[in-house]
């Protein structure tokens, strides 16, 4: 009896081991030589400039020193450091004998040329909601507008086993929805258009949205906020904790212009995503994200400048003979005021810290790393910069503006550690992700 327990297990095992390796193998697909590269026409190129340029290719795929597209961009995942690979065209070391059917595959699946599978920093989970006009308008760009680089592509620094590709097939079942975008009849056509965009090509997701033990986004709690780079990517959800509640308008002018009357600015990583990626959408698409974002968090049609929250704001902006009592309120009239004050109205540019998001988040990162380090090109709005305070102000100066900021301004519970959690990002900085 007990034999036969064992030996039923063990055909389990290895029939279970079996079709996994079946489900898991994915045959290579046959490299193309330069000759046999489709033509494109200037249309499809342009257009897969954009849409590149939106999905973030060049972000992610662009070292700190390196030439554009050709790889070994860091990337700290939590489980190890990844290292992008060359996107150029090169026939040794990049994409150069990728056809259009192997970028597909890629694109929509995670599976390289050769037919290993690609690590989740990579985000398919979302670009397999693109339709193939779109994946193959990329293509286009890339093998035809990017110039070829030659690299020696850096080892990723996993731990066995993580560092096992065949693993990423358990991955992918478990967690991956495969499958083009599906339209919601239950809403517009610009908010689909938004949706689209959204979840597949521009990934919002991957920020936005937290991850599990293993990496995935958790899908019940889509873009309900997580930390990237140590920074935090803000809920976008009716959570979202914004003093004044997002509008379509806001949204657009944020994607638009980096900048935005009641929230402040693209900063961090969120800086070339405007900057170097979606602004480049055109209007039409800028209009649909903000439809469907709005949406998201809940937005109404009520004018934020009649709100009371702004309005009480503009009011503790004005000078007060107590202004200076304390070193917080004396260092932010000094340093700060002259930039930020507002009296009748909020301008864009002049952002007023009140209702800032930076000051109304639960944790004080985002406004230490901008009174760190000033918000330069390509963040915020063109043409407007901040300068950083990095070697003007001591950890506990930094400390006393954001609690004063905090407490006086925008009336939020104090940041707990404050002079610590300043000392750790001046020493550490961001993270790349």
């Known amino acids: 009896m007990a034999r036969n327990l064992i030996l039923g297990g063990l055909a389990v095992v290895v029939g279970g081991a079996v079709g996994f390796g079946l489900y898991a193998y994915k045959s290579p697909i046959d490299p193309i030589t330069t000759a046999q590269l489709a033509e494109f026409t200037p249309e499809e190129v342009e257009k897969g400039r954009v849409l590149a340029s939106a999905g973030y290719c060049a972000t992610c795929h662009t070292a700190a020193d390196g030439e554009p597209y050709a790889g070994n961009y860091a990337m700290e995942t939590g489980f190890g450091t990844l290292y992008s690979t060359n996107l150029t065209p090169d026939v040794e070391t990049g994409i150069g004998t990728y056809s259009k059917e192997a970028f597909r595959r890629a694109m929509h699946e995670g599976v390289d040329r050769e037919g290993r599978h690609l690590f989740p920093a990579f985000p398919y989970d979302h670009f397999t909601k ?81 991850r599990n033990a293993v990496g995935a986004e958790k899908q ?52 070339p995503v405007v900057h170097e990626g979606v602004r480049d959408l055109p209007e039409s698409d800028i ?68 209702i800032n998001s930076a000051t109304n988040l639960e944790t004080p990162n985002n406004l230490i790393h901008v009174i760190l380090d000033g918000v330069n090109g390509p963040e915020g709005m063109a043409g407007v910069v901040m300068p950083g305070f990095r070697n003007a102000l001591d950890d506990e100066q930094v ?34 992700h």
């Open 130 to 210: 693109m339709t193939d006009e779109d994946v193959d308008a990329i293509y286009a760009y890339i093998m035809t507008e990017v110039e070829p680089v030659k690299t020696v592509q850096k080892e990723n620094e996993l731990p066995f086993p993580l560092n096992q590709r065949i693993l990423q097939a358990g991955w992918k079942m478990l967690f991956v929805d495969q499958g083009r975008y599906e339209a919601d009849e239950d809403h517009s056509e610009e908010w689909n258009r938004g949706a689209y965009l959204a979840e597949g090509l521009t990934h919002c997701g991957a920020c936005h949205t937290p």
């Open 399 to 432: 400390a006393a503006v954001s609690a004063y900021l905090r407490d006086k301004r925008a009336n939020r519970p104090a940041w707990p550690e404050l002079t610590a959690t300043v000392a750790d990002i001046r020493e550490n900085g961001p993270k790349s």
């Open 220 to 271: 019940s709690e889509q873009y309900a906020g997580a930390e990237i780079d140590r920074w935090i990517a803000p809920a976008l959800t009716a959570e979202n904790p914004s003093s004044v509640a997002w509008t379509a308008p806001e949204f657009k002018s944020y994607l638009m212009e980096g900048v935005t009357s009641y929230h402040g600015i693209a900063a961090g990583p969120m800086g």
């Open 287 to 354: 209009d649909s994200l903000a439809i469907y974002l709005a949406d998201q968090v809940g937005a109404t049609d009520d004018d934020p400048a009649q709100s009371e929250v702004v309005l009480a704001s503009l009011r503790n902006n004005r000078p007060d003979p107590q202004y200076r009592r304390e070193l917080g309120e004396r260092l932010y009239a000094t340093a700060c005021a002259s930039c930020h004050y507002n009296a009748e109205q909020i301008m864009q540019g002049r952002p007023d810290l009140g």
